[in-house]
């Protein structure tokens, strides 16, 4: 990866410059605009800095909340792919943000012992780690459950049929 998202576009042809082949100057189209939001975001830029350096890229300026809009329904139309790249990312972040403050939390700095906690449990969250008991039920568990359901909901019809005919 690159370290600026904006040197991607232009090694890619992409942005103001246009297509390099032709040295034409054609509009960026949507789809490029797309790729260049999910690539800034994949660079960790937030929804702001992204609206604001569209333009900068070569891009027609758009909201915030269109720029969100683009990165969930990307994440939306290709969820496994792009959210499994984004969720690595996300747990490397905080593997290097746990990283900084590790040593000072086991030495005794509450503020980074708090911050570290603070960590794992984003990390726990991210990777589904924190479900709660109820969520850890068997197959069989289940069956049970809902066949005692189904069995009170066909008694309860057949006690409201009964009561309906007197």
């Known amino acids: 990866m690159a370290s600026d998202p904006r040197e991607d576009l232009q090694e890619n042809g992409k942005g103001r410059g246009g297509s390099k082949a032709n040295g034409s100057n054609p509009a960026p189209s949507c789809v490029d605009r797309d ?30 909340s269109r ?31 746990q990283a900084a403050h590790y040593k000072a939390a086991m030495g005794g700095d509450a503020a980074a012992a708090s911050r570290v906690l603070s960590i794992m449990d984003r990390r726990a969250k ?10 850890v039920v068997s197959l069989e568990e289940a069956r049970v459950t809902l066949l005692k359901k189904l069995d009170a909901l066909a008694r309860g019809l057949a006690d409201g049929d009964a009561k309906a005919k007197k």
Do not use: W, Y
């Open 35 to 64: 790729l260049a939001i999910l690539n800034m975001r994949l660079h960790g830029l937030t929804f702001h800095e992204i609206a604001r350096q569209l333009p900068e890229a070569g891009f027609r300026p758009v909201s915030v």
């Open 126 to 135: 991210l990777l589904g780690l924190d479900a709660g008991p109820e969520a």
């Open 67 to 97: 720029v969100h809009a683009i990165v969930a329904k990307s994440l939306r139309s290709c969820r496994e792919q792009p959210a499994r790249e984004l969720r690595q990312l996300e747990l490397l972040r905080l593997d290097q943000l």
